[in-house]
């Protein structure tokens, strides 16, 4: 069943207040584009989330979603990416 934010949160916890997007990097380790035929395709062979390298299981595809570019660009990036975790907590935050 999929877990989603909830529109009718009561007021945001502090944290909440300095919460920031991820940066989220896809990239070829060890390479660098250059103007050769060829030299600017790249092969990303690692994941990292706020400059973390993380595991994605084999055969999962990472997703950046449409991205559409005009007037308005403060638009947030979509990325859905297939992880392993060695933990996954849901809990009220006072039992924490």
């Known amino acids: 069943m999929p877990l989603c934010a909830s529109s009718t949160t009561p007021e945001p916890s502090p944290a909440a207040l300095n919460a920031a997007a991820a940066v989220i990097e896809i990239v ?3 390479q660098t584009t250059d103007d050769t035929p060829g030299g600017s395709v ?3 062979n690692e994941v990292r989330i706020n400059g973390t390298p993380i595991l994605i299981p084999d055969g999962e595809c990472i997703r950046v979603h449409e ?3 005009g007037e308005r660009n403060d638009e947030p990036f979509l ?3 297939t992880m392993f975790a ?3 907590t849901i809990a009220a935050e006072g039992d924490l």
């Open 67 to 69: 991205m559409t570019f």
């Open 28 to 30: 070829e380790r060890n």
């Open 86 to 88: 060695r933990r996954v």
């Open 79 to 81: 990325v859905t990416v």
């Open 42 to 44: 790249i092969l990303p």
